[in-house]
Protein backbone atom coordinates (compact mmCIF):
# COMPACT_ATOMS: atom_id res chain seq x y z
CA UNK A 1 0.00 0.00 0.00
CA UNK A 2 2.41 2.56 -1.61
CA UNK A 3 4.95 3.85 1.43
CA UNK A 4 1.69 4.13 3.94
CA UNK A 5 3.13 2.68 6.72
CA UNK A 6 1.56 0.72 9.46
CA UNK A 7 0.32 1.35 13.25
CA UNK A 8 3.86 1.16 14.56
CA UNK A 9 3.58 2.55 18.07
CA UNK A 10 7.12 2.31 20.21
CA UNK A 11 5.32 0.53 23.06
CA UNK A 12 6.34 1.55 26.44
CA UNK A 13 4.94 -1.64 28.23
CA UNK A 14 1.94 -3.32 28.90
CA UNK A 15 -0.78 -2.31 31.32
CA UNK A 16 0.19 -5.50 33.83
CA UNK A 17 2.20 -8.52 32.97
CA UNK A 18 -1.37 -10.74 33.45
CA UNK A 19 -3.77 -8.18 31.53
CA UNK A 20 -0.73 -8.45 28.71
CA UNK A 21 -0.34 -11.85 28.61
CA UNK A 22 -3.90 -11.93 28.22
CA UNK A 23 -3.78 -9.83 25.78
CA UNK A 24 -1.00 -11.31 23.49
CA UNK A 25 -3.26 -14.72 23.89
CA UNK A 26 -6.54 -13.08 22.84
CA UNK A 27 -5.34 -11.05 19.55
CA UNK A 28 -3.19 -14.32 18.35
CA UNK A 29 -6.71 -16.76 19.05
CA UNK A 30 -8.62 -14.01 17.55
CA UNK A 31 -6.68 -12.90 14.80
CA UNK A 32 -5.95 -16.67 13.32
CA UNK A 33 -10.04 -17.14 13.49
CA UNK A 34 -10.42 -13.75 11.68
CA UNK A 35 -7.34 -14.01 8.78
CA UNK A 36 -8.30 -17.63 8.25
CA UNK A 37 -11.96 -16.92 7.29
CA UNK A 38 -10.83 -13.64 5.16
CA UNK A 39 -8.70 -16.05 3.72
CA UNK A 40 -11.15 -18.38 2.70
CA UNK A 41 -13.57 -15.90 1.55
CA UNK A 42 -10.51 -14.97 -0.93
CA UNK A 43 -10.52 -18.76 -2.14
CA UNK A 44 -14.44 -18.85 -2.18
CA UNK A 45 -14.31 -15.62 -4.20
CA UNK A 46 -12.40 -17.10 -6.86
CA UNK A 47 -13.71 -20.14 -6.61
CA UNK A 48 -17.39 -18.57 -7.12
CA UNK A 49 -16.11 -15.84 -10.04
CA UNK A 50 -14.11 -18.41 -11.87
CA UNK A 51 -17.36 -21.00 -11.43
CA UNK A 52 -19.42 -18.14 -13.40
CA UNK A 53 -17.03 -17.50 -15.98
CA UNK A 54 -16.54 -20.87 -17.08
CA UNK A 55 -20.47 -22.20 -16.87
CA UNK A 56 -20.84 -18.35 -19.11
CA UNK A 57 -18.10 -19.09 -21.64
CA UNK A 58 -17.57 -22.94 -22.03
CA UNK A 59 -21.04 -23.98 -21.06
CA UNK A 60 -22.96 -21.49 -22.13
CA UNK A 61 -25.19 -22.06 -19.11
CA UNK A 62 -24.64 -18.76 -17.01
CA UNK A 63 -24.86 -18.97 -13.06
CA UNK A 64 -27.84 -16.51 -12.19
CA UNK A 65 -26.75 -16.67 -8.83
CA UNK A 66 -22.86 -16.01 -8.83
CA UNK A 67 -23.03 -12.87 -9.48
CA UNK A 68 -25.31 -12.11 -6.07
CA UNK A 69 -23.28 -14.80 -4.01
CA UNK A 70 -19.81 -13.11 -4.79
CA UNK A 71 -21.27 -9.79 -3.88
CA UNK A 72 -22.34 -10.80 -0.68
CA UNK A 73 -18.81 -12.70 0.06
CA UNK A 74 -17.43 -9.32 -0.87
CA UNK A 75 -18.98 -7.59 1.76
CA UNK A 76 -17.87 -10.15 4.32
CA UNK A 77 -14.47 -10.08 2.92
CA UNK A 78 -14.07 -6.05 2.90
CA UNK A 79 -15.17 -6.01 6.49
CA UNK A 80 -12.94 -9.22 7.86
CA UNK A 81 -9.85 -7.57 5.80
CA UNK A 82 -10.34 -4.37 7.30
CA UNK A 83 -10.33 -6.04 10.71
CA UNK A 84 -7.48 -8.24 9.64
CA UNK A 85 -5.73 -4.52 8.34
CA UNK A 86 -6.54 -2.94 11.93
CA UNK A 87 -4.63 -5.72 13.69
CA UNK A 88 -1.63 -5.42 11.43
CA UNK A 89 -1.48 -2.18 11.70
CA UNK A 90 -1.91 -1.93 7.29
CA UNK A 91 -4.13 0.55 7.15
CA UNK A 92 -3.13 3.46 5.13
CA UNK A 93 -2.09 6.44 7.55
CA UNK A 94 -0.43 9.89 6.76
CA UNK A 95 3.14 9.38 8.63
CA UNK A 96 5.48 12.48 7.92
CA UNK A 97 5.19 14.44 11.05
CA UNK A 98 4.32 11.82 13.11
CA UNK A 99 8.02 9.84 12.01
CA UNK A 100 9.74 13.44 13.16
CA UNK A 101 9.05 13.43 16.44
CA UNK A 102 10.75 11.49 19.69
CA UNK A 103 9.93 8.11 20.40
CA UNK A 104 7.65 8.68 23.13
CA UNK A 105 5.53 11.03 21.61
CA UNK A 106 5.49 9.24 18.47
CA UNK A 107 4.53 5.86 20.80
CA UNK A 108 1.74 8.36 22.57
CA UNK A 109 -0.03 9.86 18.50
CA UNK A 110 -0.04 5.76 17.94
CA UNK A 111 -2.44 5.73 20.76
CA UNK A 112 -4.54 8.74 19.72
CA UNK A 113 -4.66 7.24 16.58
CA UNK A 114 -5.93 3.94 18.08
CA UNK A 115 -7.89 6.08 20.23
CA UNK A 116 -9.76 7.95 17.76
CA UNK A 117 -10.57 4.88 15.43
CA UNK A 118 -12.59 3.22 18.28
CA UNK A 119 -14.45 6.47 18.85
CA UNK A 120 -15.23 5.95 15.37
CA UNK A 121 -16.51 2.69 15.72
CA UNK A 122 -18.14 2.50 19.09
CA UNK A 123 -20.74 5.66 17.62
CA UNK A 124 -21.42 4.00 14.59
CA UNK A 125 -21.91 0.30 16.18
CA UNK A 126 -25.54 0.92 16.77
CA UNK A 127 -26.31 2.40 13.64
CA UNK A 128 -24.93 -0.31 11.89
CA UNK A 129 -26.65 -2.89 13.74
CA UNK A 130 -29.94 -0.81 12.68
CA UNK A 131 -29.18 -1.04 8.99
CA UNK A 132 -28.60 -4.77 9.49
CA UNK A 133 -32.04 -5.41 11.09
CA UNK A 134 -33.89 -2.65 8.14
CA UNK A 135 -32.41 -4.82 5.23
CA UNK A 136 -33.61 -8.03 6.59
CA UNK A 137 -37.27 -7.37 5.18
CA UNK A 138 -35.54 -7.37 1.81
CA UNK A 139 -35.37 -10.34 0.01
CA UNK A 140 -31.98 -11.13 -3.15
CA UNK A 141 -33.83 -11.74 -6.25
CA UNK A 142 -31.63 -14.40 -7.32
CA UNK A 143 -30.57 -16.72 -3.85
CA UNK A 144 -33.98 -15.59 -2.72
CA UNK A 145 -32.50 -14.79 1.20
CA UNK A 146 -32.53 -12.38 3.57
CA UNK A 147 -30.43 -9.32 2.76
CA UNK A 148 -29.69 -9.51 6.13
CA UNK A 149 -26.87 -12.16 5.52
CA UNK A 150 -25.24 -9.75 3.44
CA UNK A 151 -25.82 -6.45 5.64
CA UNK A 152 -25.16 -8.19 8.65
CA UNK A 153 -21.18 -7.89 7.60
CA UNK A 154 -20.84 -4.19 8.75
CA UNK A 155 -21.71 -4.50 12.33
CA UNK A 156 -20.06 -8.16 12.54
CA UNK A 157 -17.03 -6.07 11.29
CA UNK A 158 -17.41 -2.98 13.26
CA UNK A 159 -17.73 -5.25 16.25
CA UNK A 160 -14.25 -7.04 15.22
CA UNK A 161 -12.02 -4.18 14.48
CA UNK A 162 -13.37 -3.15 18.19
CA UNK A 163 -11.96 -6.08 19.31
CA UNK A 164 -9.05 -5.51 17.55
CA UNK A 165 -8.05 -1.73 18.48
CA UNK A 166 -8.75 -2.54 22.36
CA UNK A 167 -6.17 -5.56 22.17
CA UNK A 168 -3.89 -3.69 20.15
CA UNK A 169 -4.11 -0.85 22.90
CA UNK A 170 -3.41 -3.14 25.80
CA UNK A 171 -0.67 -4.95 23.92
CA UNK A 172 1.30 -2.12 22.92
CA UNK A 173 0.24 1.16 25.37
CA UNK A 174 1.40 1.84 28.78
CA UNK A 175 -1.67 2.80 31.25
CA UNK A 176 -0.63 6.23 30.45
CA UNK A 177 -0.86 6.70 26.92
CA UNK A 178 -4.51 4.60 27.19
CA UNK A 179 -5.78 7.24 29.51
CA UNK A 180 -3.89 10.09 27.60
CA UNK A 181 -5.36 8.84 24.60
CA UNK A 182 -8.45 7.72 25.44
CA UNK A 183 -9.33 11.18 27.99
CA UNK A 184 -8.56 13.37 25.01
CA UNK A 185 -10.09 11.68 22.20
CA UNK A 186 -13.50 11.77 24.77
CA UNK A 187 -12.67 15.64 25.61
CA UNK A 188 -12.65 16.49 22.03
CA UNK A 189 -15.97 14.24 21.13
CA UNK A 190 -17.62 16.31 24.19
CA UNK A 191 -16.05 20.05 23.31
CA UNK A 192 -17.97 18.82 19.54
CA UNK A 193 -21.63 17.84 21.17
CA UNK A 194 -21.49 20.81 23.34
CA UNK A 195 -20.57 22.99 20.66
CA UNK A 196 -23.20 21.69 18.41
CA UNK A 197 -26.20 24.08 18.92
CA UNK A 198 -23.48 26.56 18.00
CA UNK A 199 -22.22 25.01 15.22
CA UNK A 200 -25.81 24.49 13.24
CA UNK A 201 -26.01 28.33 12.35
CA UNK A 202 -22.71 28.56 10.67
CA UNK A 203 -24.11 26.61 7.05
CA UNK A 204 -21.36 25.76 5.35
CA UNK A 205 -18.56 27.01 7.09
CA UNK A 206 -18.82 23.78 8.98
CA UNK A 207 -17.87 22.12 5.87
CA UNK A 208 -14.16 23.52 6.27
CA UNK A 209 -14.64 22.69 9.91
CA UNK A 210 -15.38 19.20 9.67
CA UNK A 211 -14.15 18.68 6.15
CA UNK A 212 -10.74 20.80 6.40
CA UNK A 213 -9.67 20.88 9.58
CA UNK A 214 -10.85 17.74 11.23
CA UNK A 215 -9.49 16.03 8.40
CA UNK A 216 -6.09 17.44 8.07
CA UNK A 217 -5.77 17.27 11.75
CA UNK A 218 -6.51 13.81 12.10
CA UNK A 219 -4.28 12.77 8.95
CA UNK A 220 -1.54 14.15 10.32
CA UNK A 221 -1.57 13.22 13.45
CA UNK A 222 -1.31 9.52 11.98
CA UNK A 223 -5.09 8.32 12.61
CA UNK A 224 -5.62 5.56 9.63
CA UNK A 225 -7.22 8.02 6.29
CA UNK A 226 -10.51 5.68 6.45
CA UNK A 227 -11.39 7.03 10.27
CA UNK A 228 -10.12 10.42 9.84
CA UNK A 229 -12.52 10.54 6.37
CA UNK A 230 -15.29 8.64 8.40
CA UNK A 231 -14.64 10.72 11.82
CA UNK A 232 -15.25 13.77 9.62
CA UNK A 233 -18.49 12.72 8.15
CA UNK A 234 -20.09 11.49 11.31
CA UNK A 235 -19.74 14.58 12.88
CA UNK A 236 -20.47 16.97 10.28
CA UNK A 237 -23.78 14.82 9.75
CA UNK A 238 -24.41 14.31 13.27
CA UNK A 239 -24.22 17.97 14.79
CA UNK A 240 -25.29 20.06 12.10
CA UNK A 241 -27.76 18.03 10.32
CA UNK A 242 -30.85 15.99 11.20
CA UNK A 243 -29.83 13.35 9.14
CA UNK A 244 -30.14 9.81 10.67
CA UNK A 245 -26.70 7.89 10.70
CA UNK A 246 -28.43 4.83 9.43
CA UNK A 247 -27.65 6.58 6.47
CA UNK A 248 -24.27 7.12 6.81
CA UNK A 249 -23.89 3.56 6.94
CA UNK A 250 -25.89 3.06 4.03
CA UNK A 251 -23.32 4.88 2.37
CA UNK A 252 -20.77 3.32 3.64
CA UNK A 253 -22.28 -0.13 2.43
CA UNK A 254 -22.87 1.49 -1.16
CA UNK A 255 -19.31 2.62 -1.37
CA UNK A 256 -18.05 -1.06 -0.81
CA UNK A 257 -21.07 -2.68 -2.75
CA UNK A 258 -19.93 -1.62 -6.06
CA UNK A 259 -19.71 -4.71 -8.01
CA UNK A 260 -16.66 -3.79 -10.21
CA UNK A 261 -14.45 -3.78 -6.93
CA UNK A 262 -14.60 -7.22 -7.00
CA UNK A 263 -11.72 -6.90 -9.18
CA UNK A 264 -9.35 -4.88 -5.88
CA UNK A 265 -8.83 -8.47 -4.32
CA UNK A 266 -8.61 -10.73 -7.14
CA UNK A 267 -5.88 -8.81 -9.05
CA UNK A 268 -3.78 -8.56 -6.06
CA UNK A 269 -3.90 -12.30 -5.48
CA UNK A 270 -2.95 -11.92 -8.99
CA UNK A 271 0.15 -10.04 -8.49
CA UNK A 272 1.45 -11.85 -5.06
CA UNK A 273 0.81 -15.02 -7.28
CA UNK A 274 2.93 -13.80 -10.34
CA UNK A 275 5.84 -12.91 -8.13
CA UNK A 276 5.50 -16.56 -6.15
CA UNK A 277 5.29 -18.77 -9.39
CA UNK A 278 9.04 -16.85 -11.04
CA UNK A 279 6.79 -15.39 -13.88
CA UNK A 280 8.28 -12.41 -12.81
CA UNK A 281 12.00 -13.04 -12.67
CA UNK A 282 11.30 -14.59 -16.04
CA UNK A 283 9.69 -11.39 -17.62
CA UNK A 284 12.93 -9.39 -15.83
CA UNK A 285 15.56 -11.54 -16.80
CA UNK A 286 14.16 -11.56 -20.50
CA UNK A 287 14.34 -7.81 -20.49
CA UNK A 288 18.14 -7.49 -19.16
CA UNK A 289 19.46 -9.62 -22.08
CA UNK A 290 18.06 -7.31 -24.39
CA UNK A 291 19.36 -4.34 -22.94
CA UNK A 292 21.79 -5.02 -20.13
CA UNK A 293 24.42 -4.67 -22.82
CA UNK A 294 23.83 -0.62 -22.98
CA UNK A 295 24.76 2.18 -21.39
CA UNK A 296 22.09 2.60 -18.41
CA UNK A 297 21.00 -0.83 -19.98
CA UNK A 298 19.00 -2.23 -16.70
CA UNK A 299 17.84 1.09 -15.81
CA UNK A 300 15.41 0.74 -19.38
CA UNK A 301 14.99 -2.64 -18.03
CA UNK A 302 13.61 -1.17 -14.72
CA UNK A 303 11.24 1.27 -16.47
CA UNK A 304 10.26 -1.56 -19.04
CA UNK A 305 9.72 -4.09 -16.18
CA UNK A 306 7.69 -1.75 -13.86
CA UNK A 307 5.27 -0.97 -17.39
CA UNK A 308 4.68 -5.05 -17.55
CA UNK A 309 4.55 -5.95 -14.42
CA UNK A 310 2.27 -2.55 -12.47
CA UNK A 311 -1.40 -2.59 -11.99
CA UNK A 312 -1.42 -6.25 -11.96
CA UNK A 313 -0.94 -6.76 -8.27
CA UNK A 314 -2.77 -3.14 -7.05
CA UNK A 315 0.19 -2.40 -4.44
CA UNK A 316 3.19 -0.33 -5.70
CA UNK A 317 5.03 -1.82 -2.91
CA UNK A 318 4.24 -5.01 -4.28
CA UNK A 319 5.38 -4.10 -7.73
CA UNK A 320 8.62 -2.79 -6.72
CA UNK A 321 9.29 -5.63 -4.48
CA UNK A 322 8.80 -7.95 -7.30
CA UNK A 323 11.43 -6.29 -9.23
CA UNK A 324 13.93 -4.15 -7.22
CA UNK A 325 15.50 -7.71 -5.29
CA UNK A 326 16.49 -8.99 -8.99
CA UNK A 327 17.65 -5.74 -10.79
CA UNK A 328 19.33 -3.81 -7.87
CA UNK A 329 22.22 -6.22 -7.17
CA UNK A 330 23.20 -5.96 -10.50
CA UNK A 331 23.30 -2.56 -11.12
CA UNK A 332 25.32 -1.79 -8.02
CA UNK A 333 27.74 -4.08 -8.85
CA UNK A 334 27.84 -1.60 -12.45
CA UNK A 335 28.63 1.07 -10.07
CA UNK A 336 24.93 2.97 -9.79
CA UNK A 337 24.53 4.82 -6.38
CA UNK A 338 21.37 3.52 -4.29
CA UNK A 339 20.25 7.19 -4.28
CA UNK A 340 19.49 7.10 -7.85
CA UNK A 341 18.06 3.56 -8.11
CA UNK A 342 15.68 4.74 -5.43
CA UNK A 343 15.07 7.87 -6.91
CA UNK A 344 14.17 5.89 -10.35
CA UNK A 345 12.38 3.14 -8.37
CA UNK A 346 10.05 6.09 -7.01
CA UNK A 347 9.61 7.63 -10.25
CA UNK A 348 8.42 4.37 -12.17
CA UNK A 349 6.09 4.04 -9.71
CA UNK A 350 4.13 7.05 -10.53
CA UNK A 351 4.84 6.65 -14.30
CA UNK A 352 3.02 3.54 -14.25
CA UNK A 353 -0.30 4.57 -12.66
CA UNK A 354 -2.27 4.58 -15.46
CA UNK A 355 -1.24 0.76 -16.72
CA UNK A 356 -4.12 -1.21 -17.12
CA UNK A 357 -5.56 -3.22 -15.22
CA UNK A 358 -4.49 -0.64 -12.19
CA UNK A 359 -6.64 -0.27 -9.14
CA UNK A 360 -7.04 3.33 -9.55
CA UNK A 361 -8.45 2.76 -13.16
CA UNK A 362 -10.77 0.46 -11.87
CA UNK A 363 -11.75 2.57 -8.88
CA UNK A 364 -12.46 6.05 -11.37
CA UNK A 365 -14.71 3.60 -13.55
CA UNK A 366 -16.27 2.35 -10.30
CA UNK A 367 -17.38 5.94 -8.97
CA UNK A 368 -17.69 7.88 -11.93
CA UNK A 369 -19.62 5.96 -14.54
CA UNK A 370 -16.86 5.75 -17.27
CA UNK A 371 -16.24 2.74 -19.10
CA UNK A 372 -13.19 0.48 -17.69
CA UNK A 373 -12.76 -1.18 -21.19
CA UNK A 374 -12.07 3.00 -22.61
CA UNK A 375 -10.12 3.51 -19.14
CA UNK A 376 -7.84 0.78 -19.90
CA UNK A 377 -7.02 1.63 -23.41
CA UNK A 378 -6.37 5.40 -22.96
CA UNK A 379 -4.30 4.48 -20.25
CA UNK A 380 -1.28 2.42 -21.96
CA UNK A 381 0.38 5.42 -24.16
CA UNK A 382 -0.01 8.09 -21.39
CA UNK A 383 2.41 5.96 -19.81
CA UNK A 384 4.91 5.35 -22.50
CA UNK A 385 5.28 9.16 -22.96
CA UNK A 386 6.08 9.58 -18.95
CA UNK A 387 8.47 6.29 -19.23
CA UNK A 388 10.10 8.73 -22.49
CA UNK A 389 10.95 11.23 -20.15
CA UNK A 390 12.47 8.68 -17.65
CA UNK A 391 14.65 7.19 -20.51
CA UNK A 392 15.72 10.56 -21.64
CA UNK A 393 17.23 11.25 -17.91
CA UNK A 394 18.66 7.88 -17.43
CA UNK A 395 20.45 8.53 -21.21
CA UNK A 396 21.84 11.59 -19.95
CA UNK A 397 23.13 10.56 -16.61
CA UNK A 398 24.71 6.77 -17.70
CA UNK A 399 25.89 8.08 -20.94
CA UNK A 400 29.56 7.42 -19.30
CA UNK A 401 29.11 4.14 -17.82
CA UNK A 402 32.05 1.85 -18.10
CA UNK A 403 30.55 -1.62 -19.88
CA UNK A 404 34.03 -3.01 -19.95
CA UNK A 405 33.23 -5.90 -17.90
CA UNK A 406 29.37 -6.72 -19.02
CA UNK A 407 28.56 -9.83 -20.69
CA UNK A 408 26.36 -9.08 -23.70
CA UNK A 409 24.03 -12.08 -24.43
CA UNK A 410 23.98 -14.05 -27.81
CA UNK A 411 20.78 -14.47 -29.96
CA UNK A 412 20.97 -17.58 -28.52
CA UNK A 413 20.44 -16.92 -25.13
CA UNK A 414 18.05 -14.45 -25.67
CA UNK A 415 15.79 -16.57 -27.81
CA UNK A 416 16.03 -19.17 -24.79
CA UNK A 417 15.16 -16.33 -22.15
CA UNK A 418 12.37 -15.00 -24.38
CA UNK A 419 11.12 -19.06 -24.33
CA UNK A 420 11.00 -19.33 -21.36
CA UNK A 421 9.44 -15.61 -20.25
CA UNK A 422 7.38 -15.98 -22.56
CA UNK A 423 4.20 -17.39 -20.72
CA UNK A 424 4.69 -15.15 -18.20
CA UNK A 425 5.54 -11.80 -20.65
CA UNK A 426 2.16 -13.17 -22.33
CA UNK A 427 -0.32 -12.66 -19.08
CA UNK A 428 -0.60 -8.88 -18.74
CA UNK A 429 -0.82 -8.54 -22.93
CA UNK A 430 -3.86 -11.11 -22.68
CA UNK A 431 -5.58 -9.30 -19.14
CA UNK A 432 -5.30 -6.08 -20.94
CA UNK A 433 -6.71 -7.49 -24.64
CA UNK A 434 -9.48 -8.84 -22.98
CA UNK A 435 -10.86 -6.52 -21.14
CA UNK A 436 -10.35 -3.54 -23.78
CA UNK A 437 -11.81 -5.69 -26.48
CA UNK A 438 -14.61 -6.56 -24.32
CA UNK A 439 -14.18 -10.02 -24.59
CA UNK A 440 -14.73 -10.15 -20.42
CA UNK A 441 -15.20 -7.95 -17.45
CA UNK A 442 -12.05 -7.06 -15.61
CA UNK A 443 -13.31 -9.25 -12.89
CA UNK A 444 -13.99 -12.13 -15.07
CA UNK A 445 -10.42 -12.03 -16.49
CA UNK A 446 -8.71 -11.47 -13.33
CA UNK A 447 -9.94 -14.66 -12.26
CA UNK A 448 -9.07 -16.44 -15.44
CA UNK A 449 -5.21 -14.88 -14.89
CA UNK A 450 -5.09 -16.47 -11.65
CA UNK A 451 -5.93 -20.04 -12.83
CA UNK A 452 -3.53 -18.93 -15.91
CA UNK A 453 -0.75 -18.02 -13.12
CA UNK A 454 -0.98 -20.74 -10.93
CA UNK A 455 -1.11 -23.49 -14.09
CA UNK A 456 1.71 -21.88 -15.53
CA UNK A 457 3.12 -22.46 -12.18
CA UNK A 458 2.84 -25.51 -11.77
CA UNK A 459 3.48 -26.92 -15.16
CA UNK A 460 5.87 -24.52 -16.56
CA UNK A 461 7.97 -22.80 -14.38
CA UNK A 462 7.83 -26.02 -12.07
CA UNK A 463 8.09 -23.32 -8.60
CA UNK A 464 4.56 -23.19 -6.42
CA UNK A 465 4.93 -22.73 -2.86
CA UNK A 466 2.22 -23.97 -1.38
CA UNK A 467 3.17 -22.73 2.35
CA UNK A 468 3.22 -19.15 1.19
CA UNK A 469 -0.76 -19.64 -0.16
CA UNK A 470 -2.26 -19.30 2.84
CA UNK A 471 -0.06 -15.79 3.84
CA UNK A 472 -0.79 -14.38 0.20
CA UNK A 473 -4.67 -15.02 1.12
CA UNK A 474 -4.38 -13.39 4.27
CA UNK A 475 -2.18 -10.27 2.36
CA UNK A 476 -4.75 -9.85 -0.15
CA UNK A 477 -8.08 -9.75 2.24
CA UNK A 478 -5.91 -7.27 4.43
CA UNK A 479 -4.94 -5.16 1.47
CA UNK A 480 -8.34 -5.25 0.05
CA UNK A 481 -10.11 -4.52 3.23
CA UNK A 482 -8.08 -1.40 3.97
CA UNK A 483 -8.42 -0.04 -0.08
CA UNK A 484 -12.76 -0.90 0.13
CA UNK A 485 -12.95 0.38 3.53
CA UNK A 486 -11.34 3.82 2.58
CA UNK A 487 -14.08 3.84 -0.50
CA UNK A 488 -16.53 3.36 1.51
CA UNK A 489 -15.92 6.37 4.33
CA UNK A 490 -14.83 8.62 1.49
CA UNK A 491 -18.59 7.49 -0.53
CA UNK A 492 -19.89 8.28 2.44
CA UNK A 493 -18.00 11.96 2.85
CA UNK A 494 -18.18 13.14 -0.70
CA UNK A 495 -22.54 12.35 -0.11
CA UNK A 496 -22.14 14.37 2.78
CA UNK A 497 -20.16 16.51 0.74
CA UNK A 498 -23.16 16.77 -2.25
CA UNK A 499 -25.87 16.93 0.36
CA UNK A 500 -24.15 19.94 1.63
CA UNK A 501 -24.36 21.75 -1.56
CA UNK A 502 -20.69 21.99 -2.55
CA UNK A 503 -20.38 20.27 -5.72
CA UNK A 504 -22.42 22.62 -7.10
CA UNK A 505 -20.47 25.76 -5.66
CA UNK A 506 -17.34 23.73 -6.30
CA UNK A 507 -19.24 23.42 -10.09
CA UNK A 508 -19.53 26.54 -10.52
CA UNK A 509 -15.98 28.12 -9.16
CA UNK A 510 -13.99 25.70 -11.24
CA UNK A 511 -16.54 26.56 -14.31
CA UNK A 512 -15.18 30.07 -13.70
CA UNK A 513 -11.47 29.56 -13.96
CA UNK A 514 -10.22 31.85 -16.68
CA UNK A 515 -8.68 29.94 -19.57
CA UNK A 516 -11.56 27.38 -19.67
CA UNK A 517 -10.58 23.75 -20.15
CA UNK A 518 -6.75 24.74 -20.28
CA UNK A 519 -7.21 26.83 -16.76
CA UNK A 520 -9.67 23.84 -15.31
CA UNK A 521 -6.76 20.89 -16.44
CA UNK A 522 -4.08 23.11 -14.60
CA UNK A 523 -6.19 24.01 -11.49
CA UNK A 524 -6.43 20.22 -11.41
CA UNK A 525 -3.01 19.28 -11.73
CA UNK A 526 -2.00 21.40 -8.90
CA UNK A 527 -5.08 20.49 -6.83
CA UNK A 528 -4.00 16.53 -7.39
CA UNK A 529 -0.40 16.87 -7.12
CA UNK A 530 -1.37 18.29 -3.47
CA UNK A 531 -4.01 15.37 -2.74
CA UNK A 532 -1.49 12.61 -3.85
CA UNK A 533 1.11 13.14 -1.74
CA UNK A 534 -1.61 13.26 1.74
CA UNK A 535 -4.75 11.14 0.71
CA UNK A 536 -3.43 8.58 -1.84
CA UNK A 537 -5.03 7.76 -5.06
CA UNK A 538 -7.79 6.02 -4.03
CA UNK A 539 -9.42 7.68 -1.16
CA UNK A 540 -8.34 11.30 -3.60
CA UNK A 541 -10.13 9.63 -6.23
CA UNK A 542 -13.12 8.46 -3.94
CA UNK A 543 -13.69 11.61 -2.52
CA UNK A 544 -13.62 14.22 -5.58
CA UNK A 545 -13.79 12.35 -8.78
CA UNK A 546 -17.81 12.57 -8.76
CA UNK A 547 -17.21 15.93 -7.76
CA UNK A 548 -14.57 17.03 -11.09
CA UNK A 549 -15.33 14.73 -13.67
CA UNK A 550 -19.20 16.37 -14.17
CA UNK A 551 -17.54 19.78 -14.51
CA UNK A 552 -14.84 18.53 -16.76
CA UNK A 553 -17.48 16.83 -19.52
CA UNK A 554 -19.33 20.38 -18.92
CA UNK A 555 -15.88 22.60 -19.72
CA UNK A 556 -15.37 20.39 -22.83
CA UNK A 557 -12.61 17.61 -21.61
CA UNK A 558 -12.96 14.00 -22.42
CA UNK A 559 -13.62 12.08 -19.26
CA UNK A 560 -10.49 9.98 -20.12
CA UNK A 561 -8.24 12.50 -20.99
CA UNK A 562 -8.66 14.00 -17.23
CA UNK A 563 -8.93 10.45 -15.66
CA UNK A 564 -5.17 10.76 -17.18
CA UNK A 565 -4.57 13.49 -15.90
CA UNK A 566 -5.21 13.33 -12.69
CA UNK A 567 -4.06 10.23 -11.84
CA UNK A 568 -0.31 10.85 -13.03
CA UNK A 569 -0.69 14.06 -11.37
CA UNK A 570 -1.78 12.40 -8.08
CA UNK A 571 1.39 10.19 -8.81
CA UNK A 572 3.77 12.20 -9.36
CA UNK A 573 2.17 13.85 -5.41
CA UNK A 574 2.47 10.51 -4.02
CA UNK A 575 6.32 9.93 -5.13
CA UNK A 576 7.75 12.98 -4.71
CA UNK A 577 9.43 13.60 -1.90
CA UNK A 578 9.67 14.81 1.55
CA UNK A 579 5.29 14.45 1.55
CA UNK A 580 4.51 11.83 -1.15
CA UNK A 581 4.65 8.48 0.99
CA UNK A 582 4.89 6.39 -1.92
CA UNK A 583 8.60 7.53 -2.12
CA UNK A 584 9.28 5.83 1.26
CA UNK A 585 7.80 2.95 0.19
CA UNK A 586 10.24 2.71 -2.18
CA UNK A 587 12.91 2.95 -0.14
CA UNK A 588 11.91 0.48 2.43
CA UNK A 589 11.81 -1.67 -0.48
CA UNK A 590 15.12 -0.91 -1.86
CA UNK A 591 16.43 -0.33 1.79
CA UNK A 592 18.06 2.83 1.31
CA UNK A 593 17.93 5.25 3.25
CA UNK A 594 15.17 8.23 1.71
CA UNK A 595 18.27 10.98 2.16
CA UNK A 596 20.11 8.97 -0.35
CA UNK A 597 17.65 9.49 -3.21
CA UNK A 598 16.75 13.31 -2.51
CA UNK A 599 19.94 14.38 -4.11
CA UNK A 600 18.65 12.13 -7.40
CA UNK A 601 15.46 12.55 -7.88
CA UNK A 602 14.78 16.00 -8.99
CA UNK A 603 15.73 15.14 -12.32
CA UNK A 604 13.02 12.13 -12.56
CA UNK A 605 10.54 14.43 -11.24
CA UNK A 606 11.02 17.10 -13.74
CA UNK A 607 10.96 14.34 -16.48
CA UNK A 608 7.57 13.31 -15.21
CA UNK A 609 6.06 16.65 -14.93
CA UNK A 610 7.48 17.36 -18.26
CA UNK A 611 5.35 14.07 -20.14
CA UNK A 612 2.55 15.16 -17.64
CA UNK A 613 2.81 18.42 -19.34
CA UNK A 614 2.99 16.91 -22.84
CA UNK A 615 -0.52 14.40 -21.95
CA UNK A 616 -2.27 17.31 -20.88
CA UNK A 617 -1.70 19.40 -23.97
CA UNK A 618 -2.61 16.48 -26.32
CA UNK A 619 -5.19 15.07 -25.26
CA UNK A 620 -5.05 12.65 -28.11
CA UNK A 621 -2.34 10.83 -25.83
CA UNK A 622 -5.11 9.31 -23.56
CA UNK A 623 -8.26 8.79 -26.48
CA UNK A 624 -6.17 8.40 -29.73
CA UNK A 625 -7.02 4.13 -29.41
CA UNK A 626 -10.70 4.60 -27.93
CA UNK A 627 -13.54 2.86 -30.19
CA UNK A 628 -15.85 5.35 -31.05
Given at each position: ???LTALDAAPLGPPSQALGGFAQRADR ?258 LASLLGHVRGGLSYVLIGAMYLVSG ?264 APPFGVGYYGACAVSKVNPDEGLRH ?28
Amino acid sequence: MSGLTALDAAPLGPPSQALGGFAQRADRWLGLAIESAAALLVAAEICVLFAGVTARYLFHAPLVWSDELASILFLWLSMLGAAVALRRGEHMRMTALVQRVSPSTRALLDALALAASLAFLLLVAWPALEYAQEEAFIVTPALEISNAWRAAAIPTGVGLMIAMVLLRLLRSCSWGQIAVATLGVAALAGVFWLAGPLLAPLGKLNLVIFFVGVVAATVFAGVPIAFSFALATFGYLALTTRTPMLVMVGRLDEGMSHLILLAVPLFIFLGALIEMTGMARAMIRFLASLLGHVRGGLSYVLIGAMYLVSGISGSKIADMAAIAPVLFPEMKKRGAKPGDLVALLSATGAQTETIPPSIVLITIGSVTGISIAALFAGGLLPAVVLGIALCAVVWWRYRHEDLSGVEVQTKRQIARLFAVALPAVLLPFVIRAAVVEGVATATEVSTIGIVYSALVGLLVYRQFDWGRLRPMLVETASLSGAIIFIVGCATAMAWGLTQSGFSQDLARWMAGIPGGAWGFLAVSVLAFIVLGSVLEGIPAIVLFGPLLFPIARAVGVHEVHYAMVVIFAMGIGLFAPPFGVGYYGACAVSKVNPDEGLRHIGGYMLALLAGLALVVAIPWISTGFLKT
